[in-house]
């Protein structure tokens, strides 16, 4: 079966930096367009980056500049490296494929910028 696992989070300090990383497993990943979403406390969640099979990316605008998505597909990951890191970047982050028409997620993994 489809598994997606986040890891990476935690807490930072405003204008820090955190790598997610989601490893993928029960599908074809290298064929799969994958991505990165968000969801903070009393909000719907959104679409932080996204990635197609051909590595073509796009980004919300609240992060183009800050963050960057990439995938290995050697090790069936996905990466999110988030740099600048702002108060408003806090929520569960969450991995997510699309494959054979469905769309999986992961757990979920949490991001608190704070001092």
């Known amino acids: 079966q489809v598994q997606l696992v986040e890891s990476g989070g935690g807490l930072v300090q405003p204008g820090g930096s955190l790598r997610l990383s989601c490893t993928a497993s029960?599908?074809?990943?290298?064929?799969?367009?994958m991505g990165w979403y968000r969801q903070a406390p009393g909000k719907q969640r959104e679409l932080v980056a996204g990635i197609t099979r051909f590595r073509l990316t796009n980004y919300a605008d609240s992060v183009k500049g800050r963050f960057t998505i990439s995938r290995d597909n050697a090790k069936n990951t996905l990466s999110l490296q988030m740099n600048s890191l702002k108060p408003e970047d806090t929520a569960v982050y969450y991995c997510?494929?699309?494959?054979?028409?469905?769309?999986?997620w992961g757990q979920g993994t949490q991001v608190t910028v704070s001092s």
């Open positions: 997510n494929a699309i494959w054979a028409g469905e769309d999986y």
């Open positions: 029960g599908f074809i990943f290298s064929s799969s367009s």
